[in-house]
């Protein structure tokens, strides 16, 4: 169970991104505050002497404004009295001299009065944070629109529209997903500690300076400042490096040390718990999400919020040496031109000197290339390039892979295209014919979308699509990690190809390769994964620790016990300061599983469902668990308690109804059971598995011909499934049917000839 779990983490979202405390204020000493000693880094205000322009650039910048005081020059929101009423979310905004407040529901279900202290972005809306007790901030999940009226904006907003949650639903702006200490803050602070408990589950956090600094993405900078200081008052310092005491040296980064500075905060990622690192490696800090359903489309656009890093990382951009501030000021955080401008740079027949040559061919920006009126939306690079997703409700942001539009691959991969989501009256086929009379009809390669979109839908075998993704070194990082975290999942057929991707050149592909070998013999295990020990990168040693966390130390080769205790001791103590989410606690409960610790592992499981009941991982691991060591009253329970929530998505509410049916079986309850196989069932059509037990349990009942019929819905689902064969062998055979059975005997030697249960009786079948 844990191996399928173990790629569900905590600490990927952004606060705004998802779809429980006290009301009362926070005393002052709970509050956020400056860090007594922020190692290496200079006062806040020190870059102002000497680099006033560029200082004027970051002052609007979206990251100045990143999270500031809520004063009056810095609250874009309406509190002269204002109210919201939608969906039975009420509210109030109002000021009380200087200070603003809202008057909302608080988390006893009555109105409370509770008070702004900081805003949190400002374009195209602006969030409020308000204190609650131990330590959290919480964010409103009501916001401000600060787009000009003109364009539907200047108004207070959802950024759940038409939902209300209930006190003790996660998503309420005072539950899990709204804490602004867990889900956000370490991007939109600089230096920032999250000092988490995971006993008392609080925080005590820290930054050096509250919002996004220079010193954010050039690193701790008191040895450049005093140097700086120095040398202007006319002493002979020398500069302390080659970079003059900066903790970034900028100017010696390539594209792709550059892209990866920008990685840890634009980018959706498991936290290691080392907090950000200005100038280490990206997988020292942080391990990225592949290219996961309800993230990405299987051909690697953008679904869910992702940020720019994963889609960047698939481009041929990317691949060709172009980093962020090729197209972005750094400081202001814009892009450097307006409109085709942009690209231009580089895709122009007779561009200046250019680092990237491969991206000189023709001219783009005609009519001759994007077959659009010129000055129209469809002229647009952008458009047919970087088209856009919208996420909370406001906010359009573009797709950073800078793919080619492919309408032709709609049917192949279910992804979506760029020219049908601006044409919405036209089909993608129509879209694809247009494209090969503009262009004629090239020769192109196989799209890895394909192979994913067959593997996600069940159509294709993951052995035979996924390896040939994995080994194409041709094919970006990204898209080779995230064939080995489908393989990974398979376990053992998947050894063969995951054994070659531990050595891959790739941090990012090890890193992904390890899970797989979590369940393989001990000794095995070690040969494969002890090496990985002394990876240069924290997130392979992290990977593989927790896949030899169930090793007794004495297994291992006595030189490496002392360091492995060493490893082990600093991973779980790293896992509990990022407890502070239910994913959080899922890892922690893991490794604790792994060695043994079952009931705490069991108590951090409790712990992460009351985070969020609704969290389906920690409740079905808890439910294993407990069902292992004869608990078997908390299992029924908890199983129960999960089918009978509100809003659980219908495929985490059909595997937990198929748990139920399994473990009431189990308790002698089969009536029951067959209903809830029942409802499992039709939430679950594509699981033929459900089927063959409930045709199973239909029989042992008695009722032969609904488990017949059950049987026969699984193979119309899966028509060579052996085991759905090979019981309407039986049933039909007992009953002395034997037409009927000879038939399900013929389909059964194509689809499993080698089968020994039908080697078994095929001495009974002569024809």
Not at 83 to 107: I, M, P, S, T
Not at 250 to 268: I, M, N, P, W, Y
Not at 618 to 629: E, P, Y
Request: glycine share 8%; proline share 7%.
């Amino acid at each position: 169970m844990t191996c399928l779990l173990s790629a569900l983490w905590g600490g990927l979202l952004c606060i705004a991104t998802l779809a429980h405390a006290a009301a009362e204020p926070a005393s002052p000493g709970q509050l956020p505050r400056l860090a007594a000693k922020a190692e290496g880094y200079a006062a806040e205000a020190s870059c102002l002497g000497c680099h006033d322009s560029q200082v004027a650039q970051w002052k609007g910048s979206d990251h100045a404004w990143a999270m500031r005081h809520a004063t009056p020059d810095n609250v874009l929101g309406d509190f002269n009295d204002a109210h919201f009423d939608e969906a039975d979310v009420k509210a109030r905004f109002f000021r009380k001299g200087e200070d603003y407040f809202v008057n909302l529901e608080g988390e006893d279900g009555k109105p409370v009065d509770v008070k702004i202290l900081y805003t949190f972005g400002h374009d195209p809306l602006q969030q409020y944070l308000v204190a609650l007790s131990r330590g959290r901030l919480q964010a409103l999940t009501l916001a401000w629109d600060s787009r000009p009226k003109e364009e539907g904006g200047q108004r207070w907003f959802s950024l759940y529209p038409g939902q209300r949650f209930a006190t003790s639903d996660p998503l309420h702006w005072t539950g899990r997903y709204q804490n602004w200490n867990a889900m956000c803050a370490d991007c939109h602070s600089t230096a920032l500690d999250k000092g988490y408990d995971d006993k008392s589950d609080s925080f005590t956090t820290t930054w050096h300076e509250q919002t996004v600094g220079c010193q954010a993405c050039h690193g701790p900078s008191q040895s450049h400042v005093t140097w700086a200081n120095q040398h202007k008052a006319g002493g002979s310092a020398k500069a302390p490096d080659d970079h003059y005491g900066l903790g970034v040296d900028t100017r010696a980064l390539d594209s792709k040390g550059q892209v990866e500075q920008c990685a840890f905060c634009h980018s959706r990622r498991q936290g290691l718990g080392t907090g950000q690192q200005p100038g280490h490696p990206q997988l020292d800090q942080s391990l990225p999400t592949t290219l996961r359903a309800s993230l990405y489309h299987a051909d690697g656009q953008i679904d869910g919020e992702v940020y720019e890093f994963d889609s960047f990382v698939q481009s041929k951009m990317s691949a060709a040496g172009v980093g962020c501030t090729d197209c972005h000021n750094p400081h202001t955080t814009k892009i450097k031109l307006e409109g085709n401008g942009l690209c231009l740079q580089c895709h122009n027949p007779q561009p200046p000197a250019s680092r990237f040559p491969s991206l000189q061919a023709r001219e783009y920006d005609s009519k001759a290339h994007h077959h659009h009126e010129p000055g129209s939306a469809g002229a647009q690079c952008v458009n047919c390039h970087m088209p856009t997703k919208t996420y909370m409700v406001v906010d359009p942001r573009r797709d950073h892979s800078l793919r080619i539009p492919r309408p032709d691959l709609a049917a192949r991969t279910g992804s979506p295209d760029a020219c049908t989501a601006c044409h919405q009256d036209k089909e993608p086929a129509w879209a694809a014919k247009a494209i090969d009379t503009w262009y004629g009809k090239p020769k192109r390669p196989p799209h890895y979308g394909e192979s994913f979109h067959a593997v996600r839908s069940g159509q294709g075998s993951p052995l035979a699509l996924l390896p040939p993704l994995l080994a194409d070194k041709s094919k970006p990082a990204i898209v080779r990690a995230t064939a080995a975290e489908q393989l990974a999942d398979l376990g053992l057929p998947a050894i063969p190809e995951l054994r070659l991707a531990l050595k891959d050149d790739s941090a990012l592909v090890r890193a992904y390769a390890v899970s797989g070998f979590a369940n393989t013999p001990p000794m095995a295990r070690l040969d494969d994964l002890l090496p990985l020990l002394r990876d240069p990168t924290l997130a392979v040693r992290d990977e593989a620790i927790r896949a030899l966390a169930d090793i007794p130390p004495e297994r291992l080769p006595e030189a490496e016990r002392a360091g492995f205790q060493h490893l082990l001791a600093d991973y779980e103590r790293r896992l509990r300061g990022n407890a502070d989410l239910p994913g959080g606690r899922l890892n922690l409960a893991v490794l604790l599983s792994r060695q043994g610790r079952q009931q705490e592992a069991m108590d951090e499981y409790r712990q992460a469902l009351r985070m969020d009941p609704y969290f389906v991982p920690a409740r079905v691991n808890l439910v294993t668990l407990a069902s292992a060591a004869q608990q078997l009253d908390e299992a029924e329970t908890l199983l129960r308690d999960g089918v009978a929530l509100d809003k659980m998505p219908v495929a985490d509410h059909g595997n937990l109804a198929y748990m139920l049916a399994l473990l009431l079986v189990e308790r002698g309850k089969a009536e029951e059971a067959v209903d809830w196989l029942d409802k499992a069932a039709a939430e679950l059509p594509g699981n033929v598995r459900i089927r063959y037990n409930q045709g199973l349990l239909l029989s042992q009942l008695n009722r032969r011909e609904e488990a017949l019929a059950a049987l026969r819905a699984g193979l119309a689902q899966a028509p060579d499934d052996p085991d759905l064969l090979y019981t309407l062998i039986y049933l039909h055979a007992i009953a002395g049917e034997q037409e009927e059975a000879f038939g399900y005997v013929k389909r059964m030697r194509k689809a499993a000839p080698q089968d020994p249960r039908l080697l078994a009786i095929e001495p009974y079948w002569t024809k």
